[in-house]
């Protein structure tokens, strides 16, 4: 009888009944579509996003390749006004000449010399 009941003891422990959860299968299913919808939305929303970044890299392209066309003509004019500029030395000599007179008075005597020519700079004619 011992042997009887250990032996249906065991039968019993090892055979647990298994317990079919319809519930948890919809939960997952749910999940599962909830994914999918959210990873097309999340699809969608990055083409789009990628459409906006391309347009606006486009954009910056267009925009800086006109400043380097501008920055060029820029440097050209720059050029050109650099050989019609001409530079001008003005030299000045300014002599003072002191005399004493029978007191002992001094007068000083000033005298501007200009050894150079005056010229007129070509840019402020076309102003």
């Given amino acids: 009888m011992r042997i009887l009941s250990l032996l249906l003891l065991t039968i019993i422990g090892c055979s647990s009944p298994q317990i079919k959860n319809e519930d948890s299968y919809e939960k997952i299913d749910s999940i599962i579509h909830n994914s999918e919808i959210n990873i097309i939305r ?3 929303v990055n083409r789009e996003s990628e459409k906006s970044v391309d ?3 486009d954009q910056t392209v267009h925009k800086i390749e006109g400043l380097n066309e501008e920055v060029s003509v820029l440097k050209q004019e720059v050029e ?3 050989m019609m500029v001409k530079t ?3 030299i000045d000599t300014v002599y003072i000449e002191t005399k004493k007179n029978f007191w002992g008075k001094e007068k000083t005597n000033t005298t501007i010399k200009s050894d150079s ?3 007129v700079d070509s840019l402020l004619n076309n102003l």
């Fill in 42 to 44: 999340s699809d969608s």
């Fill in 55 to 57: 347009k606006k890299v």
């Fill in 80 to 82: 050109t006004a650099k």
């Fill in 88 to 90: 001008v030395y003005k």
């Fill in 117 to 119: 020519t005056e010229v």
